[in-house]
């Protein structure tokens, strides 16, 4: 469940919804090549952390198994904290291993379904408006 008012990133490989915002396609000048662009920088930034994340603590490389699935959330969260405490003592973060192939969108999970109420185009509306109100003045 993602909270009103909040939103998760995701590639063009997943449809648009009010809570899961995706770049346009073929954006047209202004909002939308605005939103595309802030878009693509907070994404990496994003992926930059998890990249991080994954290079200090292996277990994040896969799936994590274990009962109860929660837990798999609390495991995130301490390897969350305790590479923000390793920054705060700037403990070396590994490098990246050669053979290791850098991966567009690091969690590649299947987007969860949301009610069957929703309509397909309104994610696209939600996105479009989103722009116009957050993007339409950016340079």
């Known amino acids: 469940m993602v909270p ?16 899961l915002l ?56 301490v390897c969350a904290m305790l590479h923000n405490i390793c920054k705060d ?9 050669d053979d290791e192939e850098e991966v567009d969108d690091p969690l590649p999970l299947q987007p969860p379904q949301p009610p069957a109420a929703q309509r397909p185009r309104e994610g696209l509306l939600y996105r479009d408006e989103f722009a116009d109100l957050h993007f339409r003045n950016d340079n």
């Open 4 to 19: 009103d008012g909040c939103h998760l990133l995701g590639d063009s490989g997943y449809p648009s919804k009010k809570w």
């Open 22 to 77: 995706t770049p346009y396609l073929r954006p047209q000048p202004g909002p939308q090549s605005n939103y595309n662009r802030a878009h693509k920088i907070t994404r990496s930034v994003v992926e930059r952390g998890i990249g991080q994340l994954k290079r200090r603590f292996h277990v994040l490389h896969g799936e994590i198994r274990v009962q109860p699935p929660s837990k798999v959330c609390q495991i995130i969260k």
């Open 89 to 97: 003592r700037n403990i070396y973060i590994p490098a990246a291993e």
